[in-house]
């Protein structure tokens, strides 16, 4: 497993508060229930699953954004105020050039997301106006990519850090599809990869390392105690080891 494999916690916003994201149905996801804190104390919940994973990254999945109802702009300026030694990835639903700007004072990484883009052109356009500041995340959905499919056939398109995530499988504990996530990384290159949707356990990260990827994203498995801070500071130790 390479040093810098990360383990990104997640947590998903929606009308102020953290909710349970299960299989891409955002319309029936309901308040997070989790023994590191309340749902309405989105701060605290982060804090937990950042110190739980060591984290660097908190991936912060804005639903409101994303179905176009709403923003949640003022809280991910208090995570990124609370947490200034981490960078947020933000998925907003960002889908042009404007969307991305008016996230941009955060500083934080934009997670660009192909569901959300309306044109091959519009990606384009923001790669080429924010370059390092992006990640694209492949949204598949069954056998299919949700969004423009040039995306995914044509990798001179990619950026230097993707995610690959299954929707119908977050929240579930029916694993990675490690299959498709193989395939997305033979295509990469020397690009960085992460597995997103599914992961039950640690062998599932091991076997996402195993694949390739630098990293996975995580909620579920933390929550309910799947993944342990103790067995990710064994997983932290052997990288360490083997660096």
């Known amino acids: 497993m390479r040093e810098d494999f990360a383990l990104i916690p997640v947590i998903d916003l929606k009308d102020g508060g953290v909710v349970h994201a299960r299989a891409g149905k955002r319309a029936d996801y309901r308040p997070l229930e989790t023994p590191f804190g309340l749902a309405d104390d989105p701060v605290a919940i982060a804090r937990a699953l950042l110190a739980v994973t060591d984290s660097p990254i908190l991936y912060v999945a804005d639903l409101d ?37 008016f996230w941009l004072p955060l500083g934080a990484t934009l997670v660009i997301g192909s569901e959300s883009l309306a044109t091959l052109g519009a990606w384009k356009d923001i790669h080429a106006s924010f370059g390092r500041s992006v990640v694209l995340s492949l949204d598949f959905e069954g056998e299919s990519l ?19 995530i299954d929707l119908d499988r977050v929240g579930t504990g029916a694993g990675p599809n490690l299959d498709r996530l193989r395939s997305v990384i033979a295509l990469a290159g020397d690009r960085a990869i992460f597995a997103a949707g599914g992961i039950r356990d640690i062998r599932d990260i091991e076997q996402a390392a195993a694949a390739g990827a630098s990293g996975v994203l995580l909620a579920t498995a933390l929550h309910s105690g799947a993944v342990t801070q103790n067995e990710i500071a064994v997983l932290q130790q052997e990288q360490r080891s083997q660096s």
């Not at 923003?71 to 933000?90: G, K, M, Q, S």
């Not at 949700?146 to 690959?164: N, Q, V």
């Open 65 to 101: 954004a994303i179905a176009g109802t709403g923003h949640h702009f003022d809280l991910c300026r208090e995570l990124d105020t609370t947490f200034p030694a981490v960078t947020l990835w933000i998925d907003a639903g960002f889908s042009n050039v404007t969307d991305c700007a």
């Open 146 to 164: 949700r969004g423009e499919g040039a995306l995914l056939a044509d990798p001179s398109f990619w950026p230097d850090r993707l995610i690959a």
